[in-house]
């Protein structure tokens, strides 16, 4: 019934994220009725409107990248799944990497937020020192991409070491909670 499908997200003229079903023969079969500052805000709208919908992200240069399956949201085994993928070609076109290369990477993203943050916190302060005029809300969406840069490289990481980085996260999660007194677990 839905398997010719999908709902493609992408940025319009005005910088705000929108959405359209598609159908196969190409025709739009419905359209977002406004424009969203945040994606994390538009995938919401999406994932009540059509949860049973694979959802794709248009790129700049016109590809479609999958954000989640036609099951619900991307899991990390499957996320995890994906980036070996992607690694597999990099590596097959003489791209292979040292462990070093990967964590070196990841902390370079991570730098990459943090300096991102600290343009937000220039912001959010009064303090001068952007020097490029940013708006706080475009800063938040460059935040999340530099965040998703990180773990991504976290997960090169753990396909490098050929081991799974969920049971860690969760693990992790429950030690620190547990630490913390806190009632919360996974």
Partial sequence: MYDDKKVIMYRDTADEWRAHVLHDNGNILADSSEGYVHLDDL??????????????????????????GSHGKLTMAQ?????????????????SWALTDWTN??????????????????IDTGVGGNTKGEERVA????????????????????????L??????????????EKQGIEVKI
């Avoid at 919401?44 to 049973?52: C, G, K």
């Avoid at 990477?105 to 220039?122: F, L, Y």
């Fill in 43 to 68: 995938d919401t709208q999406v994932d009540e409107l059509w949860p049973h919908l694979p959802v794709f992200i248009k790129m700049e240069d016109g590809q479609l990248v999958l954000r989640r």
């Fill in 139 to 162: 800063l938040l969406d460059d935040l999340m991409f530099e965040l998703a840069d990180t773990v991504t490289y976290a997960f090169c990481v753990a396909d490098f070491l050929k």
């Fill in 79 to 95: 996320f995890q799944t994906f980036n070996a993928a992607r690694v597999g070609i990099w590596d097959a076109e003489g791209e």
């Fill in 105 to 122: 990477a990841m902390g370079g993203e991570c730098g990459e937020a943090m300096n991102v943050a600290k343009k937000i916190r220039r």
């Fill in 164 to 177: 799974s980085l969920e049971p860690y996260v969760v693990y992790k999660f429950n030690e620190d909670s």
